[in-house]
């Protein structure tokens, strides 16, 4: 089992014998490939707007020295049954206080990539839960990020002052440079699947994060109630009175608030479609100012697969990382048979044959989804191809 890698993490601020309690749930948890937090992050630099003039970084001396060039890593196909890692959520959250951990929460580790806390060479996915009165500290960062909540009901987050109150299905945005900040007011945990696009900026060299002045309450409640679904929640229309930037970073949906319900009446509305062979009755959730994926490096979306629907293989540039929010089914992936159902995450790394079934006869399934594809599209490398039901190799859109 890989050892976890530190980049961007503090120094611990956990007591001692709580420390020492994570640490051992930790070494139960390694066979999950997952990483019980017991570190807050820890920023790289400061905002560039707000940092005094940056040195470079010093030129070791490797006049005597040969290193061998670093690994090539890979991602690989891999499932977290939940089933599995739950238990180990349930249990951070009698131990280790909020206020210590930065989250209650544990990453989810590729085990192809040496214990870096990351699941693609683009996404960063972690599972938090937040317990009754929990309020975190208010932030904003360099990386995108969004939570797909899992819970039935219960929890919030605050997104540049809009109360989001969430529930099951429900995907909420935290664009880059947004101030936000997460809590639970209701009587049950609450519990979400956070994804963040974080591999990609820290390889940039581009992370950072901002904690808020409690004194200037930058996050307070300021837009009216439900805003983005007021101003951006029917398709098609677009208020030419509203600002459609949000925080002070670049490139994402003004709209922050996708919410469960709506996802799955649209899914359900679409299945008497004939649908996509390679994906079944699928849906992106976009940009509703120009139509475009949600972030400039991650879409998102969701699917459903019928009862008994088999689609055919595909292959893309792009990797996909998938929550299942109900039913149950098989997605062989390069020969690879990861059997999924309710709250499983599996990840499809890029250039990898997979295909779909949904083993109930009975019953759909529903996929949410996160992909880099739009950053593949920004690049000019997103490639699909698809086979037919003769096996035939073509390309797609």
């Known amino acids: 089992m890989a050892k ?38 820890a920023p790289q630099k400061s905002p560039w707007h707000h940092a005094a003039d940056e040195a470079p970084s010093p ?24 089933t599995d890692i739950q238990p180990y959520l349930l249990r951070i959250a009698e131990i280790a206080p909020l206020e210590f951990t930065d989250r209650q929460q544990f990453l989810l580790l590729n085990p192809a990539l040496g214990g870096k806390l990351q699941v693609t060479n683009t996404m960063r996915v972690a599972v938090s839960i937040y317990k009754p009165g929990d309020d975190a500290v208010t932030h904003k960062h360099t ?17 540049e002052g809009e109360h989001c109150t969430a529930s099951r299905g429900d995907l909420i ?32 060299d581009c992370i950072w994060i901002e904690e808020e002045d409690p004194a200037q309450a930058a996050n307070a409640e300021g ?8 101003h951006y929640g029917a398709g098609g229309i677009v208020p030419a009175l509203a600002p459609h930037g949000r925080g002070t970073g670049q490139g994402s949906s003004p709209l922050v608030h996708y919410k469960g319900g709506q996802i799955r009446a649209t899914l359900d509305g679409l ?3 004939e649908g996509d062979p390679h994906e079944g009755i699928r849906v992106q959730f976009t940009n509703p100012v120009d139509g475009a994926p949600v972030f400039t490096t991650l879409g998102y979306g969701a699917q459903l697969l019928r009862p008994g629907e088999q689609t055919l293989p595909k292959r893309e540039t792009a990797s996909t990382l998938y929550c299942v929010l109900s039913g149950r089914g098989t997605t062989e992936v390069a020969g690879q048979k990861l059997d999924w159902e309710e709250n499983d995450i599996f990840i499809v790394p890029n250039h990898l044959w997979r295909h779909h079934v949904n083993t109930d006869p ?20 997103y490639r699909a191809q698809g086979r037919t039901a003769s096996g035939d190799v073509v390309e797609l859109d």
Do not use: C, F
Request: no cysteine.
């Open 271 to 273: 299945a008497e479609e």
């Open 223 to 230: 837009p009216s109630p439900d805003y983005s679904q007021r």
């Open 4 to 41: 976890k890698s530190p980049v961007t993490l503090a120094d611990t601020t956990l007591p001692p014998n709580i420390l020492a309690e994570m640490e051992r749930l930790n070494a139960q948890a390694a066979q999950h490939h997952i990483w019980l937090r017991t570190r807050a992050n």
């Open 59 to 82: 030129v070791p001396d490797t006049r005597a020295v040969s290193p061998a060039p670093p690994p090539v890593l890979k991602p690989a196909p891999y499932l977290w049954k939940w």
């Open 143 to 159: 990386p995108n990020a969004s939570r797909t909540i899992l819970s039935r009901e219960g929890g919030y987050t605050t997104v």
């Open 173 to 204: 945005l935290t664009p880059n440079g947004t101030w936000h900040g997460h809590g639970n007011d209701s009587a049950e945990p609450v519990i979400w699947m956070d994804v963040l696009d974080w591999p990609l900026l820290e390889q940039l």
């Open 362 to 381: 009975d019953n759909p399934a529903v996929l949410y989804t996160v992909s880099d594809a739009s950053l593949l599209q920004k690049l000019g490398h």
